[in-house]
């Protein structure tokens, strides 16, 4: 690489973290970085450190200097980033590098799964969304963030079983396992002390317990099993409305989607198929057809 190589970037931002990777001319894949999270809705201020520093450690992770960020072209598929007045804050923003874009999170990995071409995507990890790519167009489905939806995501099983955890310490339903779960794993044992801990979570910290409630469910923890099964009718419905009408087939990403695929139904299974790439693909893909990248 010399100073003339044209380098670009795909950014993948969440409520977990934010994944940048570096390309070159020929869309290779030179090195990644990865920073903290990137809910532009959330924490705006956050994301653009994010954004910045996981771009600087894939720089790193390339053998390149900080200075060589002035020259990148990069896209970027952010959470929350086509709420109107977010939009409107990232557009103003005055950015480290050559050229900056952002659009949703689900346009760059619906993109980028079904390799540029049509096709529907669930993602399951701290938040919960769907979408279709259909005539140049996004149309999502859910998605409406921690406190009015993300149902079935990492976010909402934490949260559901913390309130389930509550009720059980207050005598309204039998303690469980996944109570005994709750409280462990928080190193607590009141109700006060849960509510102290976790009255200002963040979705992060309560997706954190997503995987045990799915593992407990998976051993018939009926309340964990009540919970995943709830969420997973959600994501199921979801995905069906997203696929209504269409031949459209449907990628699963998120860090939770091959924990929750199990309890989906025949009828949607059958139309599931592996990404071709990942939403940073999507993303430095996107950069070339900017009329997609438009929230």
Same mark, same amino acid.
């Given at each position: 690489m010399?100073? %003339?190589? +044209?380098?670009?970037?795909?950014?993948d931002?969440?409520?977990?973290?934010?994944s940048? *990777?570096?390309? %070159?001319?020929?869309?290779?894949?030179?090195?990644?970085?990865?920073?903290?999270?990137?809910n532009?809705?959330?924490?705006?201020?956050?994301?653009?450190?994010?954004? @910045?520093?996981?771009?600087?450690?894939?720089?790193?992770?390339?053998?390149?200097?900080?200075d060589?960020?002035?020259?990148?072209?990069?896209?970027?598929?952010l959470?929350?980033?086509? @709420?109107?007045?977010? %939009?409107?804050?990232?557009?103003?923003?005055?950015? +480290?590098?050559?050229?900056?874009?952002a659009?949703?999170d689900?346009?760059?990995?619906?993109?980028?799964?079904?390799g540029?071409?049509?096709?529907?995507?669930?993602?399951?990890?701290?938040?919960?969304?769907?979408a279709?790519?259909?005539? %140049?167009?996004?149309?999502?489905?859910?998605?409406?963030g921690?406190?009015?939806?993300?149902?079935?995501?990492?976010?909402?099983?934490?949260?559901?079983?913390?309130?389930s955890?509550l009720?059980?310490?207050?005598?309204?339903?039998?303690?469980?396992?996944?109570?005994?779960?709750?409280?462990n794993?928080?190193?607590?044992n009141?109700?006060?002390?849960?509510?102290?801990?976790?009255?200002?979570?963040? +979705?992060s910290?309560?997706?954190?317990?997503? +995987?045990? *409630? *799915?593992?407990?469910?998976l051993?018939?923890d009926?309340?964990?099993?009540?919970?995943?099964?709830?969420?997973?009718?959600?994501?199921?419905?979801?995905?069906?409305?997203?696929?209504?009408?269409?031949?459209?087939s449907?990628?699963?990403?998120?860090?939770?989607?091959?924990s929750i695929?199990?309890?989906?139904?025949?009828?949607?299974?059958?139309?599931?198929?592996?990404?071709?790439?990942?939403?940073?693909?999507g993303?430095?893909?996107?950069?070339?057809?900017?009329?997609?990248?438009?929230?």
């Amino acid at each position: 690489m010399t100073n %003339n190589t +044209p380098l670009y970037v795909g950014i993948d931002g969440g409520g977990s973290k934010c994944s940048a *990777i570096l390309f %070159n001319a020929k869309g290779a894949v030179l090195s990644q970085g990865i920073a903290g999270s990137a809910n532009a809705a959330r924490d705006f201020s956050n994301t653009l450190v994010s954004i @910045v520093e996981s771009v600087r450690l894939a720089l790193i992770n390339a053998g390149l200097g900080s200075d060589s960020m002035a020259g990148l072209q990069v896209g970027a598929g952010l959470a929350g980033a086509c @709420v109107p007045s977010v %939009n409107s804050q990232l557009k103003s923003w005055k950015h +480290p590098f050559a050229s900056f874009s952002a659009t949703s999170d689900l346009m760059t990995a619906c993109y980028g799964a079904h390799g540029g071409n049509e096709g529907a995507l669930l993602i399951v990890g701290t938040g919960s969304s769907a979408a279709r790519m259909q005539n %140049n167009k996004l149309t999502q489905f859910g998605g409406h963030g921690f406190v009015l939806g993300d149902k079935g995501s990492g976010a909402w099983f934490g949260r559901a079983a913390v309130a389930s955890t509550l009720e059980a310490l207050d005598g309204l339903i039998p303690l469980s396992d996944l109570h005994d779960m709750v409280l462990n794993k928080l190193g607590l044992n009141s109700s006060a002390a849960l509510v102290q801990t976790m009255i200002n979570a963040s +979705p992060s910290q309560f997706a954190t317990l997503a +995987p045990d *409630i *799915i593992e407990l469910a998976l051993l018939h923890d009926l309340s964990a099993l009540n919970l995943v099964k709830e969420g997973a009718a959600y994501l199921d419905k979801l995905c069906l409305r997203t696929l209504h009408g269409t031949s459209l087939s449907m990628v699963l990403m998120g860090g939770l989607a091959p924990s929750i695929e199990h309890w989906f139904s025949p009828e949607l299974r059958q139309r599931i198929v592996k990404a071709q790439a990942g939403p940073e693909w999507g993303a430095m893909r996107l950069l070339q057809t900017p009329e997609l990248m438009a929230c």
